[in-house]
């Protein structure tokens, strides 16, 4: 970690997938900075390429095979004009099918799983003398020895930024392949995350997101060793001062308990935008799916979200086509849907991922079953993110401004609902809360004009 770089290399990063997978590349961007890897953005000069890969569905890990493919050109490109090209496979298919990626991409230098970050300087020096695979599930913690970023580094990924609070998931949904890919439930020490937060406030941060494969399931040791959960957590970030916004996600409607719902009510900082995935509306695929609630569940804990929160935006992912879905199964779907009015979603057909329970099922759908599915899903599901927007017309909401915008002379930013919204203004305004008259709806955003010069 004090190894002084020798000369700079050129590190290529691709990400593919959820949140966690962006945090953690940061994260390795992170590791391999002391040893004189510096980031760019043109693959081709890059004397690192590194895959993030992701293994939630089918396509996900198609996709890095054809990576592969390509990558293995400009490597032969780079090696004809004496330079080289290492290349990694990272995340969650590399946690899956580390051995079997080295024997179908010979092109690959080194594959390992997301428990190995911490050991990539190591990893990467050891494949000088042939490929590497590292999918061990270690009993360290891997967070004591991932280096933070400098605080030029974070501010120039943004305002807004991840933070990595619980890792892995123990609730077996029978279509998932997380709690194999990413293992049992880890929640990281409080005062790791306080600390790691705190550094990234100083370092000019004004939004943190939480993130967790399940992370209303945090369950963090405080100093005196006592299990602390997401909604206290909530309450000690909102007292660092500087913290603007606090976001998490994603959570299961299980573990979304009193005290996180009391922070939705008591937390300024706390926005009011949820991310509760309810995967299908009816008890019968929910429980094939062990979700372990009914839809009316479901439909009452966001009464008493609302309750506490009535201004709360929800957003939601679903699966259409899980083995043995007829069509009443598909209509209580989309009667949820219609209950519950989402300010956003997120829609997949089922895919059958090896090893989990769901690709035992019988009664598996046929694919041009799910496409009509998914296609009326997403109609109704945009339909009611179009009247989100419109809604928000006339309203005068606190945008925090984070980016010049699309074209000069204008900014961008996030609604607290998440919604982007774009108005005029300079680049003064970059970098604080400014209350925002929305003016008008575009495609997946608002645009907005300012009210006030600056909130306090
Ligand atoms: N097929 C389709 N969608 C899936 N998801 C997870 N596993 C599968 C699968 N096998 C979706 C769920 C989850 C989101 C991250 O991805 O909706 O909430
Ligand atoms: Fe997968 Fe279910 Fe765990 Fe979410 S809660 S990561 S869908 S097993």
């Not at 933070?163 to 005062?191: H, I």
């Not at 306080?194 to 370092?203: I, T």
């Not at 909102?238 to 976001?247: Q, T, V």
């Amino acid at each position: 970690m004090n190894e002084m770089p020798t000369h700079s290399k050129k590190l290529f990063i691709k990400t593919y997938g959820c949140q966690m997978n962006v945090y953690d590349s940061d994260r390795m961007a992170d590791a391999l900075a002391p040893h004189g890897y510096q980031p760019t953005g043109d693959i081709a000069e890059a004397d690192l390429v590194l895959l993030n890969t992701c293994h939630i569905r089918e396509k996900a890990s198609e996709k890095v095979f054809s990576e592969l493919g390509r990558l293995k050109e400009l490597r032969d490109a780079r090696r004809a004009v004496g330079a080289d090209m290492k290349i990694g496979v990272a995340g969650c298919v590399a946690q899956a099918e580390g051995e079997e990626i080295i024997a179908r991409s010979p092109v690959v230098d080194l594959v390992f799983g997301p428990q190995a970050y911490h050991r990539l300087p190591d990893l990467i020096a050891r494949s000088e003398r042939g490929q590497v695979v590292d999918t061990d599930f270690p009993q360290e913690d891997k967070f004591e020895h991932l280096p933070a970023a400098k605080k030029e580094v974070t501010i120039k990924r943004g305002l807004t930024a991840f933070l990595t609070v619980q890792e892995g998931c123990d609730k077996f949904c029978s279509f998932c392949v997380v709690p194999y890919t990413r293992g049992a439930e880890v929640s990281r020490p409080v005062r790791q995350v306080l600390a790691e937060a705190r550094g990234l406030v100083e370092a000019g941060v004004k939004e943190i997101t939480l993130l967790g494969q399940n992370v209303n399931a945090y369950h963090g040791l405080d100093e005196t060793g006592r299990s602390v959960g997401l909604g206290e957590l909530a309450f000690l970030l909102a007292d660092i001062p500087g913290l603007e916004r606090l976001r998490y996600t994603t959570s299961h409607p299980r573990d979304m308990d009193d005290a996180l719902i009391a922070a939705h009510r008591d937390l300024a900082v706390l926005m009011p935008y949820l991310h509760l995935p309810v995967q299908s509306g009816s008890d019968r695929i929910l429980k094939a799916m062990n979700r372990r609630h009914t839809g009316a569940e479901y439909l009452a804990l966001i009464t008493r979200i609302k309750a506490a929160r009535p201004d709360m935006a929800l957003s939601g992912d679903f699966i259409v086509g899980f083995p043995g879905e007829t069509d009443a199964d598909f209509e209580a779907t989309l009667s949820i849907i219609r209950e519950v009015g989402y300010a956003s979603a997120f829609s997949f057909k089922y895919s059958t991922r090896p090893g989990t329970p769901g690709a035992e099922m019988g009664d598996q759908i046929a694919e041009e079953v799910k496409t009509e599915r998914l296609y009326r899903l997403q109609e109704l599901v945009n339909a009611q993110a179009a009247a989100f927007h419109q809604s928000c017309v006339g309203k005068t909401l606190p945008v925090l401004i984070e980016r010049p915008g699309r074209n000069p002379g204008q900014v961008g930013g996030r609604s607290p609902y998440l919604q982007a919204v774009h108005l005029e203004g300079g680049a003064d305004l970059i970098g604080a809360i400014h209350q925002v008259e929305i003016v008008g709806t575009g495609t997946n955003s608002l645009t907005g004009r300012l009210k006030v010069a600056a909130a306090a």
